[in-house]
């Protein structure tokens, strides 16, 4: 049990289906993040949500929609995607983002992880 | 361009071998650098690493940065099943991590 719970678990979709990925964290954390593991591949950032700003956006198609209701819930909506996003998707809170641009701990506390099939 | 770049991308030992994990980094506004170890999903928290020269130790596992010469290393002496596992090897600008492939270490007995 890291403190970051992710649902679901597993996701199977068809290309036109519209699906949402599901974070919480019961850590008090300040910043949440979303990551992509694709085989082979770094995991990727996707977005930063800080204080329930969004703070990042690494150049995510739009097909991917963030939405952070509050410090504690991350939700990733999923509309018309493509069998290439088929990946593991991380959820994962530290204690703040930014501080003036400093951040307060290096620790990244991660989910269990969605993993993602795009059919 | 920032990247974190792992050696070997892959390794099978026996149990009882000893291990060095490579990590090499190149990051604007370098902070830190990390370890994370992912067995099945969740990537779990090994190391942070902030001064040049300071060994980190937990049981078996230890590692050292070189801010000098921009890379760290992580070792595992007498490795056993459980060590398999990918890790992780992370650096931290401002924020957020910056993460290298990955080592796959599997340990057979």
């Known amino acids: 049990e890291t403190g970051v719970t992710q649902t679901p678990r597993h996701l199977v979709m068809g290309m036109t289906n519209k699906k949402s990925l599901k974070c919480e964290q019961h850590l008090g954390h300040n910043a949440m993040y979303w990551y992509k593991q694709s085989a082979k591949k770094p995991l990727e950032l996707m977005f930063v949500?800080?204080?329930?700003?969004?703070?990042e956006n690494n150049s995510v198609p739009s097909r991917f929609s963030p939405e952070c209701p509050n410090s504690s819930h991350l939700f990733l909506h999923l509309h018309t995607l493509q069998p290439e996003d088929s990946a593991l998707y991380l959820c994962?809170?530290?204690?703040?983002?930014?501080?003036?641009?400093?951040?307060?701990?290096?620790?990244?506390?991660f989910g269990e992880g969605s993993r993602l099939t795009v059919l | 361009e920032d990247k974190v770049v792992q050696s070997p991308l892959s390794l099978v030992v026996h149990e009882g071998d000893t291990v060095t994990l490579n990590c090499s980094y190149e990051v604007t506004n370098f902070r830190s650098l990390l370890w994370y170890k992912q067995e099945k999903k969740a990537p779990t928290f090994l190391f942070m690493l902030t001064s040049s020269g300071i060994e980190k130790k937990s049981g078996r596992l230890s590692s050292i940065l070189d801010k000098k010469e921009l890379f760290s290393i992580l070792n595992i002496t007498a490795t056993q099943t459980g060590d398999s596992a990918v890790y992780l090897c992370?650096?931290?600008?401002?924020?957020?991590?910056?993460f290298g492939k990955g080592t796959r270490l599997s340990v057979i007995a």
């Open positions: 994962a809170s530290s204690q703040g983002a930014m501080a003036a641009r400093i951040s307060l701990t290096g620790e990244l506390f």
């Open positions: 992370a650096a931290r600008r401002n924020t957020p991590l910056v």
């Open positions: 949500y800080n204080f329930k700003e969004q703070t």
